[in-house]
């Protein structure tokens, strides 16, 4: 079996979850990784253990001069990138009027507008080598909505939409995307990355209250594992034909499947409705 090619990797998001580490284990198979965060405090071990091979950077997704400042390193430093990887964002949890409008924003501007400005800054470097795997991090949330998890559905809806529409701008340039959908893992998450919605109305106790329950009480039992999600994405930038969406973990496949089926029957009993909104033959 041939070895793994070594790559070249830029990880948004690198301080903490996955993208902390799947730096690590990219950087121990040998790999080459830019590794970037808010406070590049929390990614500079990476680059005093691995001098030759990590480079840490300040990179704020909502600041557009830290994303070229990050780019215009990076292609100093190395001359290109083979995986760029959108992980940086977080969860608003709480019903969709109990945010603040300033929450609202602020997630919006992190899970989407991050992610478009970092993949935009990147488009004319792999356009030009006519190579390139992005990963985008999305969640079972940009699949199937919830009570409580209305406001993070949205930004990872959006997340979804876009990466479809980029998978088919970039497959004839030899450009590669997959969009990652995790159910619950034992990430931050849930803990001291998740954002709770300032108010907490009682009309909405037992939907969105509940999801917000649960979600402080499951921290540290999630069923995923973070370092087996690590190893699988890292294997899809091997395989020559990688999915455009991949669902990681049983909770995922669960609530895909759920979804799909109601989806499905929706779609079919209402068959004739649908077709009769067409100027007749």
Same mark, same amino acid.
């Given at each position: 079996?041939?070895?793994?090619?070594?790559?070249?990797?830029?990880?948004?998001?690198?301080?903490?979850?996955?993208?902390?580490?799947?730096?690590?284990?990219?950087?121990?198979?040998?790999?080459?990784?830019?590794?970037? &965060?808010?406070?590049?405090?929390?990614?500079?071990?990476?680059?005093?253990?691995?001098?030759?091979?990590?480079?840490?950077?300040?990179?704020?997704?909502?600041?557009?001069?830290?994303?070229?400042? &990050?780019?215009?390193?990076?292609?100093?430093?190395?001359?290109?990138?083979?995986?760029?990887?959108?992980?940086?964002?977080?969860?608003?949890?709480?019903?969709?009027?109990?945010?603040?409008?300033?929450?609202?924003?602020?997630?919006?501007?992190?899970?989407?507008?991050?992610?478009?400005?970092?993949?935009?800054?990147?488009?004319?470097?792999?356009?030009?080598?006519?190579?390139?795997?992005?990963?985008?991090?999305?969640?079972?949330?940009?699949?199937?909505?919830?009570?409580?998890?209305?406001?993070?559905?949205?930004?990872?809806?959006?997340?979804?939409? /876009?990466?479809?529409?980029?998978?088919?701008?970039?497959?004839?340039?030899?450009?590669?995307?997959?969009?990652?959908?995790?159910?619950?893992?034992?990430?931050?998450?849930?803990?001291?990355?998740?954002?709770?919605?300032?108010?907490?109305?009682?009309?909405?106790?037992?939907?969105?209250?509940?999801?917000?329950?649960?979600?402080?009480?499951?921290?540290?039992?999630?069923?995923?594992?973070?370092?087996?999600?690590?190893?699988?994405?890292?294997?899809?930038?091997?395989?020559?034909?990688?999915?455009?969406?991949?669902?990681?973990?049983?909770?995922?496949?669960?609530?895909?499947?759920?979804?799909?089926?109601?989806?499905?029957?929706? /779609?079919?009993?209402?068959?004739?409705?649908?077709?009769?909104?067409?100027?007749?033959?």
């Amino acid at each position: 079996m041939s070895q793994p090619k070594e790559r070249i990797w830029f990880i948004t998001g690198a301080s903490s979850g996955f993208g902390r580490s799947l730096a690590e284990e990219t950087l121990k198979a040998g790999n080459t990784v830019v590794a970037t &965060a808010r406070d590049v405090k929390q990614v500079a071990d990476l680059e005093e253990f691995y001098p030759e091979k990590a480079l840490a950077l300040t990179l704020d997704v909502t600041k557009p001069d830290q994303i070229a400042s &990050a780019v215009e390193k990076t292609i100093a430093k190395f001359g290109h990138i083979d995986v760029l990887v959108n992980n940086a964002g977080y969860g608003l949890i709480g019903a969709v009027e109990e945010a603040s409008d300033t929450q609202i924003t602020r997630e919006i501007d992190t899970n989407v507008y991050g992610v478009l400005r970092v993949t935009r800054a990147w488009l004319p470097h792999l356009r030009k080598q006519r190579a390139g795997h992005i990963i985008n991090l999305s969640s079972i949330a940009g699949v199937a909505s919830m009570a409580g998890l209305g406001l993070y559905n949205l930004t990872k809806y959006a997340v979804e939409g /876009v990466s479809e529409a980029l998978s088919y701008e970039l497959a004839p340039l030899g450009i590669r995307v997959t969009i990652i959908e995790p159910g619950p893992f034992r990430t931050d998450f849930a803990g001291r990355s998740a954002d709770f919605a300032e108010n907490e109305i009682a009309d909405y106790a037992e939907t969105a209250g509940n999801t917000r329950a649960n979600i402080r009480g499951y921290q540290g039992t999630q069923k995923g594992d973070p370092m087996r999600a690590v190893r699988t994405i890292m294997g899809l930038v091997e395989n020559e034909n990688p999915p455009l969406r991949l669902l990681m973990g049983a909770i995922a496949l669960g609530r895909y499947r759920t979804k799909a089926k109601q989806w499905r029957e929706d /779609v079919e009993r209402w068959e004739s409705v649908t077709l009769a909104t067409d100027f007749p033959d």
